[in-house]
């Protein structure tokens, strides 16, 4: 698997959106930025209470959700990877019998799994590949 780059990471700060919009924003200065899923047209509005928030093509997806306790969970915390061959990527996961959480299809597709510690790991196409 070749990563290329990072894409975002998250955080979840279930039940103080507003004040984690203030402090990402307003005390950090970073800019927020409309939801946007791959293939997907812009969200108008996260239900969730959630923000996204980009620097220099990096963003950090604020989560109004709850942090799930579950490996390979894409609502708790989190790191994003591009990589340069999607398809390329999961077949050598499936090799290692990796559990995959996946949304999409084709280049589109997010795929979510688990470090040998429990922490969520996410992949991308990089769409610059």
Not at 1 to 25: C, P, W
Not at 113 to 125: H, K, L, M, W
Request: proline share 9%; charged share 20%; no cysteine.
């Amino acid at each position: 698997m070749k990563i290329t780059r990072l894409n975002h990471t998250a955080v979840n700060v279930h039940g103080h959106s507003e004040e984690a919009r203030e402090f990402y924003t307003e005390l950090l200065g970073l800019p927020e930025v409309p939801i946007q899923l791959p293939g997907h047209p812009p969200l108008a509005k996260n239900t969730t209470g959630g923000f996204w928030l980009e620097l220099n093509g990096v963003q950090l997806h604020v989560i109004g959700l709850p942090m799930g306790g579950e490996p390979g969970d894409p609502t708790g915390p989190h790191v994003s990877w591009y990589v340069a061959d999607l398809d390329e990527a999961v077949r050598e996961l499936g090799e290692r019998d990796m559990i995959l959480k996946t949304i999409g299809e084709g280049r589109n597709r997010i795929v979510w799994f688990a470090d040998p510690s429990g922490n969520t790991v996410e992949i991308q196409q990089d769409p610059d590949h």
